[in-house]
Each structure stands twice: as structure tokens, then as C-alpha cells.
């Protein structure tokens, strides 16, 4: 199954026909109001179907990290929007802060732990707070409990209590020994 999905339009195939893509594509109509010169950046965004249903005019940033589902969406999509064959890091999350929405999807727990550290810093950067959606997040043993950030602190700093971003990489790394542990 795994040398299947590694095709870009098989890939689709099997979201369109699984019903996967189908719920995407209604998620995002109903709950997100997007319109021309918004900035969305996609992170697991696959090879790049997701635009045909995106509004002309935004500023669309895809992330992946299957080259060949990359190159897919450059070939098809790459007029509509810019596609990164990478993770998203500290280093893309600065590159590419001030995005008005940010779709998750299709992502592995372990990375969504990571993204969403990420993402956190992302958002406390921008002057417009992003909105998130995220869907198909795969190998669950456990969500982090906490987001990485928090603008407005309700400890003093005099307090000695670890911060919410601390907690959360507590969280990231003991949900990577989870998943680690149960991959072996």
C-alpha cells in the first residue's frame, strides 16, 4: 500500500475515493471564510489538490515532505501557489509568519507535537492571530494537553513554575518515547 501511495495521482485516487478529501474540502467551506489576499499556509499539504477548491488571489504556502508529491504540485499548482518539499520548522515558522490561516493535515502525531510548537511561534510573531485547521492526524497514543504559547503569562516571573512552552516540549517529548515505544 505504502509503494502506492507514494504515486501523487494515486495518492489522490485514494483520498478522493476513501472519502478523505471529500471531507476536506467540505471542512474547509464551512468553517473557514477565505477570501483573495489572505495568506494560508498548508502543512502536509500532499500534492497540492486542495487549491482547485481554494478562492484566486491568495497567498497560498504548501508543505511537505515527499518530493515526489511536491514536484506533483509545482507541475499542477505551482502558479497558484509556492510548495516547500520540507518540515515545518523554527526556521520555516519565521520565514512565514503572518498567515491568516494554517491548515494541518494528513500529519504524523509525532510532527503535529512539533508543528504545533512551531505554529505557536508563529502566532505569537504575527500581528493577526492565524486561525488553525487541522484534520487526518495519524498514530495516536496521545495529543500534547497544552498549546506552546501564551501571550499573557497568569504567573509572575518570580514564581519558579515552568512556563506553558516548557510543559508543552515536556509534552512533545514524552508523546516521541510513546511513539517510539510502541513502533518497536
Known amino acids: 500500500m505504502k509503494a502506492i501511495l507514494s504515486h501523487p495521482a494515486l495518492y489522490q485516487a485514494y483520498q478522493n475515493v476513501g472519502g478523505f478529501f471529500g471531507a476536506r474540502v467540505r471542512a474547509v467551506a464551512d468553517y473557514l471564510t477565505l477570501c483573495s489576499g489572505m495568506r494560508i499556509i498548508d502543512i502536509g499539504c500532499g500534492p497540492g489538490y486542495i487549491l482547485r477548491h481554494l478562492p484566486r488571489g491568495i497567498d497560498y ?3 511537505d515532505i515527499d518530493q515526489a ?8 499548482f505551482g502558479h ?4 516547500h518539499c520540507r518540515y515545518f520548522d523554527a526556521a520555516a515558522a519565521s520565514e512565514f509568519a503572518g498567515a491568516d490561516i494554517v ?12 508543528i504545533g510548537e ?3 511561534r508563529t502566532y505569537i510573531q504575527s500581528k493577526n492571530r492565524p486561525l488553525f485547521m487541522i ?5 495516536r497514543p496521545r495529543l500534547p494537553r497544552r498549546l506552546p504559547y501564551d501571550p ?3 504567573r509572575s516571573d518570580s514564581e519558579k513554575s515552568p512556563s506553558k512552552a516548557s510543559r508543552v516540549s515536556s ?3 514524552e508523546q516521541a518515547q510513546l511513539v517510539n515505544e510502541s513502533s518497536r
Open 69 to 76: 508529491y511536491i514536484e506533483h504540485a509545482r507541475r499542477s
Open 61 to 63: 504556502v504548501g508543505f
Open 171 to 173: 509534552d512533545v517529548e
Open 103 to 114: 491548515m494541518i493535515s494528513s500529519v504524523q502525531l509525532l510532527v503535529l507535537g512539533l
Open 118 to 120: 512551531y505554529v505557536g
Open 152 to 154: 499573557a503569562p497568569s
Open 135 to 139: 484534520s487526518h492526524i495519524h498514530r
Open 80 to 83: 497558484l501557489g509556492k510548495f
